[in-house]
């Protein structure tokens, strides 16, 4: 059975005459009589009663008219959504997002993109940047928003965002209220940290120019997230670098302080596996544009 015979009995069953059935389907009458008769001899049943005056459905006709409507309406739906998925019009994109990407400039990106593509179902995961590597690489995400280095060759990545490096401290200590600060300041300092297993690299560049200054301040406390970080600091277990815009929210306890000059910015790209040919995944990728510089 095929989707033409469906729409041929639907015709017929709709017009209850072969001639005008006929005609809708733009086929020759002697044609459509035999097809409907191949139908029925597939199914073994007669769908229709037959007299020189007239033509009608049997029961059996009936029952079978409500299932091929709805037969030829999900071929319809899937015919439709196949042209849409071509455009990436719908579909799924599984975004893994590490914490301080979620920021008001990204909530822009993603509500430009839900308005410009609302068939396009988002599912966001807070996800470090080691682990949206390692789920991009087994297929479990579609991209990325992470810290640099992304050195396999089999992703790809794009710049979109940077953020200057500033100092988050507890509020009430020596740095919180110094009018300007140096490299020599942090030795002896103790540091919170994101565990090494789910940071990528980002303290290197504090912890050469504290080296390079004769600072040297020790890792005291290790946290598993962002947040954590912050509110162990607040807490008064000890100080860290970390972004402008995350110090963009305040929170009790915590003093964010710049940094000495020397250190570049932390950047964001947006990562995907290379050959990934979704066109959803493409026209998410165009809605970054140009890279965003934050202050």
Same mark, same amino acid.
């Given at each position: %059975?095929? =989707?033409?015979?469906?729409?041929?009995?639907?015709?017929?069953?709709?017009? $209850?005459?072969?001639?005008?059935?006929?005609?809708?389907?733009?086929?020759?009458?002697?044609?459509?009589?035999? #097809?409907?008769?191949?139908?029925?001899?597939? =199914?073994?049943?007669?769908?229709?009663?037959?007299?020189?005056?007239?033509?009608?459905?049997? &029961?059996?006709?009936?029952?079978? =008219?409500?299932?091929?409507?709805?037969?030829?309406?999900?071929?319809? #739906?899937?015919?439709?959504?196949?042209?849409?998925?071509?455009?990436?019009?719908?579909?799924?994109?599984?975004?893994?997002?590490?914490?301080?990407?979620?920021?008001?400039?990204?909530?822009?990106?993603?509500?430009?993109?839900?308005?410009?593509?609302?068939?396009? /179902?988002?599912?966001?995961?807070?996800?470090?940047?080691?682990? #949206?590597? /390692?789920?991009?690489?087994?297929?479990?995400?579609?991209?990325?928003?992470?810290?640099?280095?992304?050195?396999?060759?089999?992703?790809?990545? /794009?710049? +979109?965002?940077?953020?200057?490096?500033?100092?988050?401290?507890?509020?009430? &200590?020596?740095?919180?209220?110094?009018?300007?600060?140096?490299?020599?300041?942090?030795?002896?300092?103790? $540091?919170? %940290?994101? &565990?090494?297993?789910?940071?990528?690299?980002?303290?290197?560049?504090?912890?050469?120019?504290?080296?390079?200054?004769?600072?040297?301040?020790?890792?005291?406390?290790?946290?598993?997230?962002? /947040?954590?970080?912050?509110?162990?600091?607040?807490?008064?277990?000890?100080?860290?670098?970390?972004?402008?815009?995350?110090?963009?929210?305040?929170?009790?306890?915590?003093?964010?302080?710049?940094?000495?000059?020397?250190?570049?910015?932390?950047?964001? +790209?947006?990562?995907?596996?290379?050959?990934?040919?979704?066109?959803?995944?493409?026209?998410?990728?165009?809605?970054?544009? &140009?890279? +965003?510089? %934050?202050?």
């Amino acid at each position: %059975m095929e =989707l033409r015979h469906l729409r041929y009995f639907t015709a017929l069953a709709e017009t $209850l005459n072969f001639r005008r059935a006929a005609e809708n389907l733009r086929l020759a009458q002697p044609s459509l009589s035999t #097809q409907v008769k191949a139908l029925e001899d597939e =199914l073994g049943v007669r769908l229709f009663e037959r007299t020189t005056r007239a033509v009608s459905l049997t &029961h059996a006709g009936r029952v079978f =008219l409500d299932e091929a409507r709805a037969v030829l309406a999900a071929a319809a #739906q899937a015919e439709q959504r196949a042209r849409q998925a071509e455009h990436g019009l719908v579909g799924t994109l599984r975004l893994g997002v590490i914490a301080p990407a979620a920021n008001a400039w990204l909530a822009g990106v993603l509500r430009k993109f839900r308005q410009q593509f609302p068939g396009v /179902q988002l599912s966001l995961f807070d996800l470090t940047s080691p682990e #949206q590597l /390692q789920r991009l690489r087994a297929r479990e995400l579609d991209a990325g928003l992470l810290r640099p280095p992304v050195s396999f060759p089999e992703l790809e990545y /794009q710049f +979109v965002e940077e953020s200057p490096q500033v100092l988050a401290v507890p509020a009430g &200590h020596r740095l919180a209220t110094k009018r300007v600060l140096t490299w020599a300041d942090f030795n002896g300092e103790p $540091l919170v %940290m994101v &565990h090494p297993s789910k940071q990528h690299a980002y303290y290197d560049a504090f912890l050469t120019a504290c080296a390079a200054a004769g600072a040297k301040p020790y890792p005291a406390q290790y946290a598993n997230d962002i /947040q954590t970080k912050l509110w162990l600091i607040s807490a008064g277990f000890g100080i860290a670098p970390t972004t402008a815009t995350l110090a963009r929210v305040k929170r009790p306890g915590l003093v964010f302080r710049t940094l000495p000059p020397g250190l570049p910015p932390v950047q964001t +790209v947006l990562v995907w596996r290379r050959g990934d040919d979704s066109p959803a995944l493409a026209n998410f990728r165009r809605g970054f544009g &140009h890279p +965003v510089k %934050m202050s």
